[in-house]
């Protein structure tokens, strides 16, 4: 009795969430925040990346700019937030 493999019901396509050039971005922030290289925000602002996931999210950014295959960043929680301390201040 053979059991045939079954497609996963996945939206996903092709198996790769993330492309190869994506993890080499993330490889590269990783490095850099090691040296202590690596800067958060824009120009000379930014003050040195010590977090490791931080260092993570800056290189799939870098790679998201540069076109390589990453998922969408998920949209931020901050509004339920701010909708309660509104409420909160005008009673």
């Known amino acids: 009795m053979a059991t045939a493999k079954r497609k996963s019901s996945s939206k996903r396509s092709s198996g790769r969430k993330y492309g190869k050039a ?5 490889e590269s922030a990783m490095r ?7 800067k958060s925000g824009r120009g000379g602002k930014g003050g040195t ?7 993570i999210a800056i290189g799939l950014s870098e790679a998201r700019e540069k076109g390589a295959k990453v998922p969408r960043k998920r949209a931020s929680k901050r ?3 701010r909708t ?8």
């Open 22 to 26: 994506a993890s080499k971005r993330v």
């Open 32 to 38: 850099r925040r090691k040296k202590g290289t690596l």
């Open 49 to 55: 990346v010590k977090s490791r996931k931080q260092a």
């Open 79 to 81: 509004g339920t937030k």
């Open 84 to 91: 309660t301390k509104r409420a909160a201040r005008k009673k």
